[in-house]
T-cell receptor, first 115, second 115 residues
Framework: AQSVTQPDIHITVSEGASLELRCNYSYGATPYLFWYVQSPGQGLQLLLKYFSGDTLVQGIKGFEAEFKRSQSSFNLRKPSVHWSDAAEYFCAVVPRDTGRRALTFGSGTRLQVQP | NAGVTQTPKFQVLKTGQSMTLQCAQDMNHNSMYWYRQDPGMGLRLIYYSASEGTTDKGEVPNGYNVSRLNKREFSLRLESAAPSQTSVYFC??????????????FGQGTRLTVV
């Protein structure tokens, strides 16, 4: 079955430390890939997206993500986390090979940043 | 610079009451979506509209109806609210068709409580 998996429900990192959030997908053809962030009580903001081309994608707020076809993964990274990065992060996909052009989301990873 | 606007932002309903959530976008997008967000489950697609005049069921359509009133507006109706419909509802829009897709933009959400 088609799915998006974020294996880490909750992650805590210290301010200034590096961050990697994992995302794996199970689709026949590589879907369009996205990372969204949601601050408490807010809507969703797009961090970055991958459609094709260079497998390392740069986004806003210093985030980047790497697409690895062999691992069906699209992990989000940041070299140095700031306290303001505390939020919930969602990996999402849109399939290329079906008629439904709608986002399917992972269950999310909540990031806590320690001072 | 409004983007996607949802009303209301908060609502409390009694079991069995009905209500309509309103959504409007000003980006001239062809596709619009309704999602619900529940803790630990990410966002799940309720209904979507690929273009004006069309609507299709998503992952969790039971208990909901939608209307694509025109290109700008897409409403979600709960005919007889149930406690299981307590959730945060998000509307989104994107430009999408067979073979291509652009990023989705989200509203700020409607927090609905059914008692």
């Amino acid at each position: 079955a088609q799915s998006v998996t974020q294996p880490d429900i909750h992650i805590t990192v210290s301010e200034g430390a590096s961050l990697e959030l994992r995302c794996n997908y199970s689709y026949g053809a590589t879907p369009y890939l996205f990372w969204y962030v949601q601050s408490p009580g807010q809507g969703l903001q797009l961090l970055l997206k991958y459609f094709s081309g260079d497998t390392l994608v740069q986004g806003i707020k210093g985030f980047e993500a790497e697409f690895k076809r062999s691992q069906s993964s699209f992990n989000l990274r940041k070299p140095s986390v700031h306290w303001s990065d505390a939020a919930e992060y969602f990996c999402a996909v849109v399939p290329r090979d079906t008629g439904r052009r709608a986002l399917t989301f992972g269950s999310g990873t909540r990031l806590q940043v320690q001072p | 610079n409004a983007g996607v606007t949802q009303t209301p932002k908060f609502q409390v309903l009694k079991t069995g009451q009905s209500m309509t959530l309103q959504c409007a976008q000003d980006m001239n997008h062809n596709s619009m979506y309704w999602y619900r967000q529940d803790p630990g489950m990410g966002l799940r697609l309720i209904y979507y509209s690929a273009s004006e005049g069309t609507t299709d069921k998503g992952e969790v359509p039971n208990g909901y109806n939608v209307s694509r009133l025109n290109k700008r507006e897409f409403s979600l109706r709960l005919e007889s609210a149930a406690p299981s419909q307590t959730s945060v509802y998000f509307c989104a829009s994107s430009e999408a068709s067979e073979g291509w897709y652009t990023e989705a933009f989200f509203g700020q959400g409607t927090r609905l409580t059914v008692v």
